[in-house]
């Protein structure tokens, strides 16, 4: 498993420049390093969580043998307690034989239940009966070993079909789950780094992943009011931590005082929590707490902190890269592109933005429209709004610098070949336009942050080009 590190650190480095957005002030290298740092319970780093399962694998291997070879043993004992029980000086009466040949039958020798197996099975045993029908010494001994090959012979085949599960099935599930989860914290790790310092955003709201299959903690940390801030809300220093579990696929949405009632914030999550529990199906509280936890906690007899699983104190601790001199953006990244690469991919972006501003705006317009079947008059406004406006943004009143995904979305729609993200991107715009000069949110960050709640297209960006770029919208 180790083999899969430098994919794997590809990838959560480029979720981590998904979960942050806009204007990454880290170099990837930095941020490669701090997501092969630890960050679970349990201290381990990515390394070492790698090099676990593996050891993990190798057990289970281990484990798969033994028990292949107990069972062939197993099989072999019977079918030799068969031969003696039936036996009688070396031959098997002809009366016992249709008795005998029962019990054969019931041994799986081929160790498999496949039909070509089954055919093989009868194949042996028709065999047996004929050596054994010969009614003497020799005939039954040639029997005994034709039938003991067949079962060795079965074993091996059940040996390898085991060890292929055991090595194979069971590497991939452990690769797909630690890759899944480690994803999932990277990508918070973006976010909480983006907003740590942001004194607009005062809380973040668990979300459940669309694809939550079951019951559990994330349930509760999505649901609970636990700080008289609403449900699944959390101050900033108090977000559990995220991933909640192996194959936790939960987000967390930054929210500002405008979102939230502060004056009602508490600090009694005792009884908020157990004000929660009481609305769950008798089913649900045992799903969290155990069936002797619930009778503990409903009793009044003990705290739900102690018998909820998956529960933890522990707030999250975002792991924080080191900022380099001259770090380049994270809004034109690919962890695949060297520094010329990345640089040849800015000169680009401008280049093509520069196109866009001289060329025959009507034209243009035509050709999005017809691509994206979206109104000719919202175009007109996204590409005023992405080319020509000028905001009050990080380094004063200027236009939106040039980004390099964003270049390749209006050239696919320029060119007729536009992809789903493309079209996310068209709305996305034209919404953050209409609330910027319709609905008076003059601060580009509030427009963006309601704009991505309905199309997000730093979203839509990972997961299109997960292993390729992990780019998020324009740089300002």
């Known amino acids: 498993m180790q083999l899969m590190k430098p994919t794997l650190q590809a990838d959560l480095t480029n979720s981590f420049i998904a979960g942050y957005g806009n204007d990454v002030p880290y170099s990837t290298k930095s941020i490669s390093m ?41 099989v072999r004992d019977t079918a030799k307690s068969i031969f003696d029980g039936y036996g009688n000086g070396g031959i098997i009466p002809e009366a016992s034989l249709p008795k005998f040949i029962n019990d054969l039958t019931k041994l799986n020798i081929t160790g498999s239940s496949t039909p070509e197996a089954k055919q093989l099975q009868r194949k042996v045993l028709r065999s047996v009966r004929d050596k054994v029908s010969r009614l003497t010494t020799p005939g039954v001994r040639a029997a005994y ?20 599960t055991a090595v194979q099935e069971k590497t991939r599930y452990n690769a797909e789950r630690i890759a899944r989860t480690e994803n999932a914290r990277a990508y918070a790790d973006g976010q909480v780094n983006r907003y740590m310092n942001d004194n607009d955003i005062v809380a973040y709201k668990w979300r459940l992943s669309a694809r939550h299959p079951r019951f559990d903690i994330c349930d509760f940390y999505a649901n609970a009011d636990l700080y008289g801030l609403g449900k699944g809300v959390y101050p900033k220093d108090k977000l559990p931590t995220l991933p909640a579990h192996p194959h936790c696929m939960c987000h967390i949405q930054p929210l500002t005082e405008l979102d939230i009632q502060e004056n009602k914030q508490h600090k009694g999550i005792n009884q908020a929590g157990l004000d929660y529990i009481q609305t769950l199906t008798k089913p649900n509280q045992e799903v969290l707490l155990g069936v002797n936890g619930r009778n503990t906690v409903l009793s009044g007899k003990g705290a739900w902190q102690n018998f909820a699983r998956g529960w933890t104190s522990d707030i999250f601790n975002a792991r ?25 991919a800015q000169r680009h972006a401008k280049l093509f933005y520069e196109t866009i501003r001289n060329s025959n705006r009507t034209v243009l317009v035509n050709k999005i429209s017809k691509s994206s079947k979206i109104h000719r008059k919202s175009i007109e406004k996204v590409i005023e709004h992405v080319f020509d406006n000028m905001y009050n943004l990080n380094e004063g009143n200027t236009k939106f610098e040039p980004d390099f995904q964003m270049a390749q979305s209006f050239q696919r729609l320029i060119s007729g070949t536009p992809l789903k993200r493309d079209i996310i991107m068209l709305k996305h715009e034209r919404l953050e336009y209409e609330l910027m000069h319709r609905y008076g949110y003059t601060d580009y960050a509030t427009a963006h942050r309601i704009t991505e709640q309905k199309y997000n297209y730093a979203e839509a960006v990972r997961k299109e080009v997960y292993h390729v770029s992990a780019n998020i919208k324009k740089t300002k």
Do not use: C
């Open 34 to 74: 701090a997501m092969a740092e630890s960050w679970a319970a349990d201290n381990l780093t990515l390394s070492s969580r790698l090099y676990g399962r593996s050891k993990a694998v190798k057990q289970s291997v281990a484990d798969t043998l033994t028990q292949a070879f107990k069972t062939n043993k197993a």
């Open 145 to 164: 070993t034709e039938l003991t090959h067949a079962i060795d012979k079965g074993n091996d085949e059940r040996i390898s079909k085991a060890l292929e």
């Open 320 to 344: 924080v890269p080191k900022k380099e001199h001259g770090a380049l953006s994270g809004a034109i990244n690919d962890i695949s592109l060297d520094a010329n690469e990345r640089q040849k």
